[in-house]
């Protein structure tokens, strides 16, 4: 049903009467004005996907209503009543914008067949709406999604592989790395495309308000409940429905998400019928969802059921390759945005932007990059540009160990003794750094292997004669019983 609230103006009681009780039969809601000054007050206040106006009422007339009405609402849909069938007022009333023209009396079944056909003509106009913007947006996302490294081609192959279907996919990465960016793309590539987009922060909504949220409420449902409020997921209907940051949800929402998932239909709070819904669902999420599920924070079903598909994004100090195009890319997109003189990077403040760990990710890059094409009055930005972004020692031990990679960890590490390695004798930096690393692998594996040398020689992927060599070459002790 696309309409809602319904708007019913006219001076007669017992009109008014009659239509409100029809309509809230049918489950709209309906208000009730008795002249044209007070149906207008009620137009300012509330949102009304029609309204039915009496030509003649006292203070402002129904034509008049009409006028200043499409002021304050253009898309307002308006049907005028008349109990005179004249050609005058009928032709008055189209050409002021009136939606139809009924007169009275009238059955109640000419109501229904005009409810009826607004309803069609919101569903039009909604879809064009929709249409539009769902084009304007995948052009968008398609824009926004840069980077051509192997991590990214892999992303962009999986979004290729379920985007045909409607299994659900969990979304998984740091803060910043685009998860809402890469939920779109699935969406934009799949036959849903024409059909909502509906994203929900769960942990940007308050506990005891995310129900109603996603589910919908009655009217009465809850203190403050004044009318019958849409879900997330009825928003969402033929659609896909984005749970960003799942991992925060409430347990016991989770389960009703869960009844979602396999049900495919809701209840709004307050209510006792079962609405069906055919809904595509991506989440996403910035923890490690299965060590919530093993501290029971997390419902162990609910993980298999939207881990269908896995998507990893990989923090941005993991694909340093993209750093300079992501750069060029929000260096072009801020200056166009802010009317701004077209600006490059100096090779120098390129090299330090590439080198740079990015705890906040894509997010952290473009701000700065806009920080920096607002601030600096030169074409040519420079290290000096980034407002001693680089002064500090590298950001890596900003991001949670448990985040970091080996990689990003070693390599932070080595950046922050380079001094050191500089002295170093020629040739002799791979064998250092390489020692420094192995001893500890070496010597963890044995520790698990509780000195079990085969064991440890098959985990390493290494020669049992191989392992006992670096043994005794990196002065390894090894344990007895």
């Not at 009826?116 to 947006?137: G, H, I, M, P, Y």
């Not at 949220?213 to 019958?228: D, I, Y």
């Not at 009844?259 to 809904?279: A, F, H, K, P, Y």
């Not at 009317?339 to 100096?346: I, R």
Request: some cysteine; aromatic content about 6%.
């Amino acid at each position: 049903m696309a309409l809602h609230r319904i708007l019913v103006a006219d001076d007669e009681e017992s009109m008014r009467w009659v239509l409100s009780k029809a309509l809230r039969k049918k489950g709209y809601t309906v208000d009730l004005a008795a002249d044209g000054n007070e149906a207008l007050r009620q137009v300012r206040e509330q949102s009304y996907d029609l309204a039915i106006v009496d030509i003649k009422m006292p203070g402002m007339s129904g034509l008049d209503f009409l006028d200043k009405a499409r002021e304050v609402r253009s898309d307002l849909l308006v049907v005028v009543m008349t109990a005179e069938a004249s050609m005058k007022n009928a032709v008055e009333a189209m050409k002021r914008g009136a939606y139809d023209y009924i007169t009275k009396p009238f059955d109640l079944e000419v109501v229904d067949a005009i409810i009826e056909k607004v309803s069609r003509a919101r569903d039009v106009t909604n879809q064009v709406s929709l249409l539009k913007q769902e084009l304007k947006d995948r052009y968008q996302v398609e824009k926004n999604i840069v980077g051509n490294s192997p991590a990214m081609r892999e992303v962009y192959k999986t979004i290729g592989k379920v985007a045909v279907s409607d299994v659900t996919v969990l979304i998984q990465g740091e803060s910043g790395t685009g998860k809402e960016l890469i939920a779109r793309a699935i969406h934009f590539n799949s036959s849903r495309l024409g059909k909502p987009f509906v994203a929900i922060n769960c942990a940007a909504i308050p506990k005891d308000l995310l129900e109603s949220e996603l589910f919908g409420s009655e009217r009465g449902a809850f203190t403050g409940a004044t009318e019958r409020k849409t879900g997330k997921f009825e928003q969402a209907n033929h659609g896909t429905i984005f749970l960003d940051e799942i991992g925060d949800m409430p347990l016991d929402l989770q389960a009703k998400i869960l009844r979602v998932l396999q049900e495919q239909e809701i209840t709004r709070i307050g209510g006792s019928q079962n609405l069906q819904v055919d809904v595509r669902v991506v989440a996403a999420t910035n923890q490690e969802l299965l060590e919530k599920v093993r501290n029971r924070e997390f419902r162990e079903d609910l993980f298999y059921r939207l881990n269908v598909v896995p998507i990893h994004l990989v923090p941005l100090r993991e694909r340093r390759e993209d750093i300079q195009p992501l750069v060029e890319y929000f260096l072009a997109r801020a200056s166009a945005e802010l009317e701004a003189q077209p600006k490059q990077c100096s090779d120098e403040a390129m090299e330090l932007l590439c080198n740079h760990s990015w705890p906040g990710n894509v997010r952290e890059l473009e701000n700065t990059i806009k920080r920096a094409v607002i601030l600096s009055n030169d074409p040519l930005l420079t290290p000096a540009d980034f407002g001693g972004l680089f002064d500090r020692q590298e950001t890596i031990h900003a991001v949670p160990q448990e985040q970091q990679s080996l990689e990003a960890i070693v390599e932070a590490k080595l950046r922050s003794s380079m001094n050191g390695i500089e002295k170093l004798d020629k040739g002799d930096i791979y064998d250092r750094v390489l020692e420094q690393v192995e001893r500890p692998l070496i010597r963890f594996t044995l520790e698990k292997t509780r000195g079990n040398q085969v064991r440890a020689a098959d985990i390493l992927g290494i020669n049992r004669n191989t392992l006992r060599k670096k043994i005794n070459d990196l002065g390894i002790q090894l344990k007895k019983d």
